[in-house]
């Protein structure tokens, strides 16, 4: 049962413009959502999170939506860049308590074009 | 503040074989959580240490287990190995309950190929 969904494989965007990459969940006791970007051979890096408490976090060109309602958030990059193209992994866990967990989605590729 | 590290960044080995994978956290992090990454099945948690002890475990096989020393460094073992535990194996580190954050943040990897 795969809780976190990344339902687009892939996503090309064009330089400067939006990129707009989606996730869903359907475990309501998730309450704390977070966005990593991985490039090739190297470990997945922390880029934004944002609690259930909140619909919306802003970092530079990067903002998280958070819909609770129907269980979808989604990170836009604003403008986007090449250094960009990556795999972005959306991930989920409940705050508090002992079960600290990360699930994650299977991750979208992002290609930039110059 | 140095990141978190990981030994041996890359491995092969034979089928039926065991494996032990290193991990040092970022300095001050207490928690630290191991993933396997495949490229069907994404990342996938394997287990959490906490203080040396594992507070949570994933959906695995007895063959893939774990330790967390007192200087909150960590190992993974894979015993027995088989083809399909060919990976990337992924450690993370967190600040957890020293502040209500739960980002981790992730070493390089260690990637594993079982032949």
């Known amino acids: 049962d795969q809780q976190v969904k990344q339902n687009s494989p892939s996503l090309s965007v064009q330089e400067g413009r939006i990129s707009i990459l989606n996730c869903d969940y359907t475990?309501?006791?998730?309450?704390?959502f977070l966005w990593y970007k991985k490039y090739p051979a190297e470990g997945p890096t922390f880029l934004i999170s944002?609690?259930?408490?909140?619909d919306k976090n802003e970092d530079g060109r990067f903002t998280v939506f958070l819909n609770k309602s129907a269980k979808h958030l989604s990170l836009h990059i604003v403008p986007s860049q090449p250094g960009d193209s990556a795999v972005y992994f959306c991930?989920?866990?409940?705050?508090?308590?002992?079960?600290?967990?990360?699930?994650f989605g299977k991750g979208t590729l992002l290609t930039v074009n110059p | 503040k140095a990141g978190v590290t990981q030994t041996p960044r890359y491995l092969i080995k034979t089928r039926g074989q065991q494996v032990t994978l290193s991990c040092s956290p970022i300095?001050?992090?207490?928690?630290v959580s191991w993933y396997q990454q495949t490229p069907g099945q994404g990342l996938q948690f394997l287990f959490e240490?906490?203080?040396?002890?594992?507070?949570n475990k994933g959906n695995f096989p007895g063959r893939f287990s774990g330790r967390q020393f007192s200087n909150s460094r960590s190992e993974m073992n894979v015993s027995t190995l088989e083809l399909g535990d060919s990976a990337l194996y992924l450690c993370?580190?967190?600040?957890?309950?020293?502040?209500?954050?739960?980002?981790?943040?992730f070493g390089p990897g260690t990637r594993l190929t079982v032949t």
């Open positions: 993370a580190s967190s600040l957890l309950a020293q502040g209500n954050t739960y980002e981790q943040y």
């Open positions: 475990n309501s006791m998730f309450d704390y």
């Open positions: 944002i609690s259930s408490i909140k």
């Open positions: 991930a989920a866990t409940l705050s508090g308590g002992s079960n600290y967990k990360l699930t």
């Open positions: 300095s001050g992090h207490r928690s």
């Open positions: 240490y906490f203080s040396e002890t594992q507070r």
